[in-house]
Structures are given as C-alpha cells and as structure tokens.
Nanobody
C-alpha cells in the first residue's frame, strides 16, 4: 500500500495550492479518504474528508469556504484545493485512507509566508 502526496510548497498569504495524493495497493474506490495536517507543536487535525464515491464531504470549520476536497477514482487520486491560504495553514499535510487498517501518506509540507 502506498499513499504519495505532492503539491506542497511555499506560498504567500492569499495564494493557492493544490495537493494530490496518489494511492496504490488497495481498492481505492471502496474507501473514504481524508486530509489531515500537523503544525509544529500541535496535534494532527482533520482538515477534510470525502466519501468513497465522492458524494459527501466534510471540512474543519477553519477551512470551510477556502478548501475543497475531491477525488478521481479512475486515477486513484484524492485532491485538496487550497485557496486564500493563511499563515495558520502552515503544516505538514497528510492523506489518510479510511480502510480497515488505516493508511497514511508520508506528508507534504505547506508553508504560507510572505
């Protein structure tokens, strides 16, 4: 099983980034997927989640209206579109597969700074 995140980087406040998480080694379309983040000195927190077919999404209050989670089951990939980024969004972002064993990616750094 592999979950490989990409798309992180350094962006100025107000900017945008699109994270991707490519999955392999399990039946991607069967499971919900989530994005979490962990800032230095803080606990890992749920950012957004999407159901297996993509019809249902949930978001942390702190990102509602700014972030959008989506998935392409044909490409085994989940995305996180992040707009209007703030310095408080700086963190390592992880994707997570809500399969019975629960799989994590290695994370991708997002830094929002001028």
């Amino acid at each position: 099983v592999q979950l490989v995140e990409s798309g992180g980087g350094l962006v100025q406040p107000g900017g945008s980034l699109r994270l991707s998480c490519a999955a392999s080694g399990f039946t991607f379309s069967r499971y919900g997927m989530s994005w979490y983040r962990q800032a230095p000195g803080k606990e890992r927190e749920l950012v957004a989640a999407i159901s297996s077919a993509g019809g249902s999404t949930t978001y942390a209050d702190s990102v509602k209206g700014r972030f959008t989670i989506s998935r392409d089951n044909g490409k085994n990939t989940v995305f996180l579109q992040m707009n209007s980024l703030k310095p408080d969004d700086t963190a390592v972002y992880y994707c997570y597969a809500t399969s019975p064993l629960g799989y994590w990616g290695q994370g991708t750094q997002v830094t929002v700074s001028s």
